[in-house]
């Protein structure tokens, strides 16, 4: 029998999960092997400090998923898990190469798997899933069905949220979210406060409410508690919007303290907060979300488009009482009928059986990676990150524009966007945003940033001979 003493701090969900969790993970690292025999349930109970039954649940989880095996009088052995036929998924469709060549390099997307293990436990959940598909082709009510809001208050929990059911909806993604949110908030003319240099989908949606979107002024740890005090004052304000954890695109997260001063100016003022939390689940051990803070002044949208994948086009909103969550239903009702039932079954299954927790183990991990592939390649101050980011924000010097250093990398396989997108109040600054998620590799990834580290050393005239 190994040894085998599992660090639960490594995962973030509940510690009966967290023992799966981390035999998938020591599975995958080579720690564990095929054959190997776990510890007795009652001696890594007594090991670990925790309930003979969170063992057993955990040691249970960890069959359920296809790693482990146990056997009456022998014990519990590690078994992998990783073919196809044990998981009962098993496909001779080859994908189909129109759809695996569209990318849009301009968004802001995190790391796709690529283990095998880890992509045949989510074709299984599809597998699952597809055993209703005549059921999940029709109208379903708005909002979730019970089994789906459950889900989904499982998921929030793990930032701290316990909302009743009332408040939870399950939604076709963060910005028919947000256009409903706002549309109910304010009124054409009227003001919303933003980051100035904030996520430009916002903008876009200000834009088509007919909002007058005002940017706060920002330091390091996210827009000033005595700015948004003067523009409450100054503009009467009917929200404010915020993206408060790797926002998107300065990488910054507002620290705890921070979110409390700016929680209790919105107090002061009655400013309803609209809390885009696209990225909360990114960091392990990340501040509490806004609306844990002040829930009946927060509208939270936990999307899915970042920590598990944009294509499921899914948002958890939780509305800040039972009476806010009228209304929202009813816009968002004669706006998108309902999510799609497909998607919403997915992400439910996967959130139940313990695949999400794996797809956002994977991209932390990934993202990780990627960003100490930057670390060593780009000098140190020359660039804004956060060590689990999937962008960076590079500000630009030596004579480089932010048009001219796009046109220059346009070519390199990575996303580089202008700060024009981003800017919401007065002069954009000469920086861009550089995204390195998505489906590049890291040997791609690591050509690109190298070719990017190459021309920021020169000047534009000598880097290349036109643009």
């Not at 400090?49 to 296809?66: C, M």
């Not at 933003?194 to 909002?211: D, K, V």
């Not at 202008?418 to 489906?439: K, L, M, N, Q």
Request: with cysteine.
């Amino acid at each position: 029998m190994k040894t085998w003493n599992p660090d639960l701090s490594r995962s973030g969900g509940p510690r009966y999960m967290a023992i799966a969790d981390v035999i998938e993970m020591d599975l995958r690292s080579g720690h564990l092997v095929v054959g190997d025999r776990l510890p007795p349930q009652r001696e890594l109970a007594k090991r670990l400090g925790i309930d003979f039954t969170t063992v057993a649940r955990g040691y249970l989880e960890a069959q359920k998923r296809g790693l482990v095996g146990s056997h009456v009088g022998r014990g519990t052995f590690v078994t992998g898990g990783a073919d196809k036929e044990r998981r009962g998924f098993v496909s001779d469709a080859a994908p189909d190469p129109r759809r695996a060549s569209v990318v849009d390099f301009s968004m802001n997307m995190p790391p796709e798997p690529d283990d095998p293990d880890l992509l045949a436990r989510m074709r299984e959940g599809l597998s699952a899933v597809a055993t209703n598909l005549v059921s999940l082709l029709r109208y379903q009510g708005f909002g979730g069905a019970g089994m789906d809001k459950d889900a989904a208050a499982a998921w929030l929990s793990r930032r701290g949220l316990v909302p009743s059911q009332e408040r939870i909806f399950v939604t076709p993604g963060a910005h028919p979210a947000l256009l409903a949110i706002f549309g109910m908030l304010a009124k054409p003319g009227e003001t919303v406060l933003s980051e100035n240099i904030t996520y430009p989908g916002m903008r876009s949606i200000a834009a088509q409410l007919r909002l007058t979107l005002a940017g706060l002024p920002m330091d390091e740890e996210g827009i000033i508690p005595a700015a948004f005090a003067q523009a409450c004052e100054a503009r009467k304000p009917k929200a404010l919007y915020l993206n408060p954890t790797l926002q998107n695109p300065l990488t910054l997260t507002i620290p705890e303290r921070r979110r409390e001063e700016i929680c209790a100016v919105a107090r002061r003022y009655h400013v309803p907060i609209v809390e885009d939390d696209a990225y909360g689940f990114i960091p392990l051990h990340g501040p509490p979300p806004l609306a844990a803070t002040a829930p009946d002044l927060t509208w939270h949208i936990g999307g899915l488009a970042k920590c598990i994948g944009a294509g499921l086009r899914l948002a958890y909103v939780v509305a800040p009482d039972t009476k806010a969550a009228w209304p929202f239903a009813s816009a968002m009702r004669a706006n998108n009928v309902m999510a799609s039932p497909l998607t919403v079954a997915l992400a439910t299954r996967w959130i139940d059986d313990g695949t999400a927790d794996s797809i956002l183990r994977f991209i932390r991990e990934e993202a990780a990676a990627r960003q100490a592939l930057v670390a060593d390649i780009l000098p140190g101050g020359s660039y804004r990150s956060d060590p689990i980011s999937f962008n960076i924000w590079l500000p630009l010097t030596g004579g480089w524009t932010r048009s001219t250093f796009g046109s220059h990398m346009r070519s390199a396989g990575i996303g580089v966007v202008a700060s024009d997108a981003f800017t919401v109040d007065g002069p954009a600054p000469e920086a861009v945003r550089v995204c390195i998620g998505g489906p590049i590799r890291r040997a791609a990834l690591k050509g690109a940033l190298e070719f990017m580290g190459h021309a920021l050393e020169s000047s534009p005239e000598m880097a290349g001979s036109f643009f």
